[in-house]
T-cell receptor, first 113, second 115 residues
């Protein structure tokens, strides 16, 4: 059971570079999410996709774009990386919205120099 | 979405029962209470969810008083492997027709289990 798979696990970027974080789930879930977690902080929602074909902003969307490629895949793109985007990024999925159980990936540690 | 308040950190010795309380004074009628556990370098993992009274599973128990303005996560006989951050979340279900996708995790409670 793979669950939620994120790639890459680690990435180092220079300021201004771009990159895409990939996320895929094999649970046939409708909803997918991208969170970021900074040291000593809780998780903050960047973007979410309630269902295939829809995406919406979360709490901290600035500097990011997302694509719900199909029901399985939800990618997060940094067009011009900034040091403030150094963080751990988690992808999650759930059957539906609300308080439905969230399943998380193992995270991507991103450093922007 | 109801705001939650929980202690920043707690320490406990191995073998003890640990109770982590979460306050959610403005919880709505349709809201459920959910707890997640996060180990270092991992994503959060669902532990337990409840609406009222008591819920128990193989990992923990969740106690919710009648007024539902707080809840307590109980971990029986903790071990070193229970050292983690525990998050309390409150929100309604998708089936209520008013589900929100923007759940707030907050900073959680960092539990340290001491040998």
């Amino acid at each position: 059971n793979a669950g939620v798979t994120q790639t890459p696990k680690f990435q180092v970027l220079k300021t201004g570079q771009s990159m895409t974080l990939q996320c895929a789930q094999d649970m046939n879930h409708n909803s997918m999410y991208w969170y970021r977690q900074d040291p000593g902080m809780g998780l903050r929602l960047i973007y979410y996709s309630a269902s295939e074909g829809t995406t919406d902003k979360g709490e901290v969307p600035n500097g990011y774009n997302v694509s719900r490629l199909n029901k399985r895949e939800f990618s997060l793109r940094l067009e011009s990386a900034a040091p403030s985007q150094t963080s751990v990024y988690f992808c999650a999925s759930s059957e539906g919205g609300g308080i439905e159980k969230l399943f998380f990936g193992s995270g991507t540690q991103l450093s922007v120099l | 979405l109801a705001k939650t308040t929980q202690p920043i950190s707690m320490d406990s010795y191995e073998g003890q029962e640990v109770n982590i309380t979460c306050s959610h004074n403005n919880i709505a009628t349709n809201d459920y209470i959910t707890w997640y556990q996060q180990f270092p370098s991992q994503g959060p993992r669902f532990i337990i969810q409840g609406y009222k009274t008591k819920v128990t599973n193989e990992v923990a128990s969740l106690f919710i008083p009648a007024d539902r303005k707080s809840s307590t996560l109980s971990l029986p006989r903790v071990s070193l492997s229970d050292t983690a951050v525990y998050y309390c979340l409150v929100g309604d279900t998708a089936y209520s027709g008013a589900g929100s996708y923007q759940l707030t995790f907050g900073k959680g409670t960092k539990l340290s289990v001491i040998p």
